[in-house]
Each structure stands twice: as structure tokens, then as C-alpha cells.
């Protein structure tokens, strides 16, 4: 088990959770957001002591570093690790393209 120091959000992917937040709190409900929200959170932050948590993504195989995901609700979360921290690349729906 590789273990993280600390987990970096790229701007981003501070930027996807924001779109999604409010997407969510504007089509769905304000409460839909939180939860979603504090699963997104709990997700990655579980990624500070365990980075195995996620699958190898095939589409950023040949990348330098290696990209894991991991899946909240219909949500793709990216991830790269970098030296002993997890790096959160970007975040969207599945039913969307990835602009990697």
C-alpha cells in the first residue's frame, strides 16, 4: 500500500466541483449538492492514506505519471500521483467527454 502525504486539487478540478455544485443545486435541490458534494469529498480525501483505492485509467496510460479514477454517484474523479501526493486532475459526468 502506497501511502499519500496529502492530497492537491489542480484548479480544475476546484473548478469541476464548483460547475457541479451548482448545477446540481439548481436543477436538483440545494440538499442534492451537499450530499453530493460530501461524497465527492469523503472519496478523495480517503486518498491521503490509500491510493489504491482507484482503477489504472486506460486513457492516460501513456502519461508520465500514473492516472487512477475513482467513481462517485455518475462522477469520474481523475487522479495522478505524484512523488507521495494524489493529485485530483479533473472531475465529470460519465455520460460527458473527459477534457484531459
Do not use: C
Not at 469529498?41 to 483505492?53: Q, S
Amino acid at each position: 500500500m502506497v501511502t499519500a502525504k496529502k492530497v492537491i486539487w489542480t484548479e480544475t478540478a476546484k473548478n469541476d466541483l464548483k460547475n457541479i455544485h451548482n448545477r446540481i443545486f439548481s436543477s436538483k435541490s440545494p440538499q442534492h449538492a451537499k450530499a453530493l458534494m460530501s461524497m465527492i469529498l469523503a472519496a478523495t480525501a480517503a486518498l491521503e492514506t490509500k491510493h489504491d483505492l482507484g482503477i489504472p485509467e486506460k486513457m492516460l496510460a501513456r502519461e508520465s505519471d500514473p492516472y487512477k479514477f475513482l467513481t462517485v454517484a455518475h462522477y469520474k474523479i481523475i487522479y495522478s500521483i505524484v512523488g507521495d501526493d494524489a493529485v485530483v486532475e479533473i472531475i465529470y459526468h460519465q455520460r460527458q467527454d473527459a477534457v484531459v
